[in-house]
């Protein structure tokens, strides 16, 4: 059953398991960060998504991403980071009060510490948003619920030489396929919005627990839609 994330006592609790690393985290130096904005959409939790602008120039144009982009100088930590870079893309102003805390950083291809930020944006209509057209083609949100139900959730597993290296998360069945390290830092929420409902699809040789990607990501060598259906790509 889906715990009630977006009472307060849901709330506290979340705050309450990040703290630590939140303390730690906002006292280190990272490359970039993103906001994982956590809302209501008709009533329903939901976590906001974004589709990057397909005339972005790099790898990750027209891909699903959270907003969030590279740490500036005049940044007072990742978590402005993340607050500025989503008013700028999506026109939404969240106070740092409705920051919840830091998850898991996770790091890409150029081995760059990339920072969740999760924060309560409350109700929200996603067409509402006036999204900056030059790195934003779409907004949507996706249903916690959705995001929980097993035929909605996929996997990728990376190789590198032949070699298996790790597994890591996809969703399916949105409007668009969440993977990468989205899917990742939707599966650190995930774990924290809802404990014991969420089976985690991280996986390394010989790690134990919660893993978090500390490797650049390599190339898939399977995926599926389903646990237990395997397919080359």
Same mark, same amino acid.
């Given at each position: 059953?889906?715990?009630?994330?977006?009472?307060?006592?849901?709330?506290?609790?979340?705050?309450?398991?990040?703290?630590?690393?939140?303390?730690?985290?906002?006292?280190?130096?990272?490359?970039?960060?993103?906001?994982?904005?956590?809302?209501?959409?008709?009533?329903?939790?939901?976590?906001l998504y974004t589709l990057r602008s397909s005339r972005l120039t790099g790898r990750h144009k027209g891909d699903?991403?959270?907003?969030?982009?590279?740490?500036?100088?005049?940044?007072?930590?990742?978590?402005?980071?993340?607050?500025?870079?989503?008013?700028?893309?999506?026109?939404?102003?969240?106070?740092?009060?409705?920051?919840?805390?830091?998850?898991?950083?996770?790091?890409? +291809? *150029?081995?760059?510490? !990339?920072? /969740?930020?999760? @924060?309560?944006?409350?109700?929200?209509?996603?067409?509402? $948003?006036?999204?900056?057209?030059?790195?934003?083609?779409?907004?949507?949100?996706?249903?916690?619920?959705?995001?929980?139900?097993?035929?909605?959730?996929?996997?990728?597993?990376?190789?590198?030489?032949?070699?298996?290296?790790?597994?890591?998360?996809?969703?399916?069945?949105?409007?668009h396929r969440v993977w990468g390290l989205t899917a990742v830092i939707t599966e650190f929420a995930l774990q924290?919005?809802?404990?014991?409902?969420?089976?985690?699809?991280?996986?390394?040789?010989?790690?134990?627990?919660?893993?978090? +990607? *500390?490797?650049?990501? !390599?190339? /898939?060598?399977? @995926?599926?839609?389903?646990?237990?259906?395997?397919?080359? $790509?």
């Amino acid at each position: 059953m889906l715990p009630d994330c977006l009472s307060a006592e849901g709330e506290l609790r979340c705050r309450r398991l990040l703290a630590g690393a939140t303390a730690r985290l906002r006292a280190r130096p990272a490359s970039a960060a993103v906001l994982v904005p956590l809302c209501s959409v008709r009533g329903v939790p939901a976590l906001l998504y974004t589709l990057r602008s397909s005339r972005l120039t790099g790898r990750h144009k027209g891909d699903v991403s959270f907003p969030g982009g590279k740490c500036d100088p005049a940044d007072q930590d990742v978590v402005h980071t993340a607050l500025r870079e989503t008013q700028e893309e999506l026109g939404l102003a969240v106070p740092e009060e409705h920051v919840w805390g830091l998850l898991q950083p996770v790091y890409d +291809p *150029q081995k760059a510490t !990339v920072v /969740p930020v999760l @924060a309560g944006v409350g109700p929200l209509d996603p067409q509402s $948003l006036r999204p900056n057209s030059e790195e934003v083609d779409e907004v949507f949100a996706l249903p916690l619920a959705h995001l929980l139900q097993t035929q909605n959730q996929g996997y990728t597993h990376f190789c590198q030489h032949g070699h298996f290296r790790y597994t890591l998360p996809v969703f399916l069945h949105g409007p668009h396929r969440v993977w990468g390290l989205t899917a990742v830092i939707t599966e650190f929420a995930l774990q924290l919005l809802a404990p014991g409902t969420y089976q985690p699809r991280l996986s390394y040789p010989g790690a134990e627990g919660l893993a978090h +990607p *500390q490797q650049p990501l !390599v190339s /898939p060598c399977q @995926a599926s839609s389903t646990s237990g259906l395997n397919k080359g $790509l």
